[in-house]
C-alpha cells in the first residue's frame, strides 16, 4: 500500500517539552511539507522539502524545526519556542513535475494537545 | 506573496440540489488552482483541479471554473449528496516559483436529508 503515515495520531505533551512528529511516505516523492490547521483558519504552511538534506520555511515556520535526511522521512519537531502548540498537524508530499508542483497528498494528521 | 480568499465559510443545501464555492486569488502569476476535500479526521484529498490554460474542468458531478481576468475560481458540485458533507479547501500555486500552494480557508459543506 503506498501512502503518507503520521504517527501518533493523538500526543499529548506538558507545556516546555520538545515533541516531534512522525511523517513518512513510501511514494517516491520528492517534495514533503507540514501544515498546521486550526478551526477557521484553512491550512498554513511550516516546512517544506523539495530534495534531501533541502528544506525551507514556511509561513509560521517560528517554534518549529524540520530535518530531511532520507527521502521518505520529515520529522517535525515542536519547540517550547512554539507559544501555541496545540493543532492538528499534517504532513503531505508530492512528486517533483516538470512544471512544478502537481498534488499533494496528505497523512492522516496527528493531533497534538500541549498543556 | 500569494493570498487566497474563500466564501462561504459553511454552506448548507438540501440533498439533490447543487452547491458552490468560490474563490479569490492574489497573485496574477498564479497557474495551479486544486480543490481538497477534507472529511472529519482525516487528511485532505485532492477532487479536482484546472491550470491558467483552460476555463473550466469537469469530472461527474464536479466542476471547476477559473476566470483568469477577475482572479477567481469556482467549485460546482451538482446533486449533492450525504457523503459530499465535509470540509473543501480551494488553493492556488505559482508552478513554475515553487512548491508551494496556498490555501483558502476552507467551505464546510452540509447536506441536508
Known amino acids: 500500500d503506498g501512502g503518507i503515515t503520521q504517527s501518533p495520531k493523538y500526543l499529548f505533551r506538558k507545556e516546555g517539552q520538545n515533541v516531534t512528529l512522525s511523517c513518512e511516505q513510501n511514494?517516491?516523492?520528492?517534495?514533503m511539507y507540514w501544515y498546521r490547521q486550526d478551526p477557521g483558519q484553512g491550512l498554513r504552511l511550516i516546512y517544506y522539502?523539495?530534495?534531501?538534506?533541502?528544506?525551507q520555511k514556511g509561513d509560521i515556520a517560528e517554534g518549529y524545526s524540520v530535518s530531511r535526511e532520507k527521502k521518505e522521512s520529515f520529522p517535525l519537531t515542536v519547540t517550547s519556542a512554539q507559544k501555541n502548540p496545540t493543532a492538528f498537524y499534517l504532513c503531505a508530499s508530492s512528486a517533483w513535475l516538470l512544471a512544478g508542483v502537481g498534488e499533494q497528498y496528505f497523512g492522516p494528521g496527528t493531533r497534538l494537545t500541549v498543556t | 506573496g500569494e493570498n487566497v480568499e474563500q466564501h462561504p465559510s459553511t454552506l448548507s443545501v438540501q440533498e439533490g440540489d447543487s452547491a458552490v464555492i468560490k474563490c479569490t486569488y492574489s497573485?496574477?502569476?498564479?497557474?495551479?488552482f486544486p480543490w481538497y476535500k477534507q472529511e472529519l479526521g482525516k487528511g485532505p484529498q485532492l477532487i479536482i483541479d484546472?491550470?491558467?490554460?483552460?476555463g473550466e474542468k469537469k469530472d461527474q458531478r464536479i466542476a471547476v471554473t477559473l476566470n483568469k481576468t477577475a482572479k477567481h475560481f469556482s467549485l460546482h458540485i451538482t446533486e449533492t449528496q450525504p457523503e459530499d458533507s465535509a470540509v473543501y479547501f480551494c488553493a492556488a500555486s505559482d508552478e513554475g516559483k515553487d512548491d508551494k500552494i496556498i490555501f483558502g480557508k476552507g467551505t464546510r459543506l452540509h447536506i441536508l436529508p
Open positions: 497573485d496574477s502569476a498564479s497557474n495551479y
Open positions: 511514494l517516491n516523492h520528492d517534495a
Open positions: 484546472i491550470r491558467s490554460n483552460v
Open positions: 522539502s523539495q530534495i534531501v538534506n533541502d528544506f
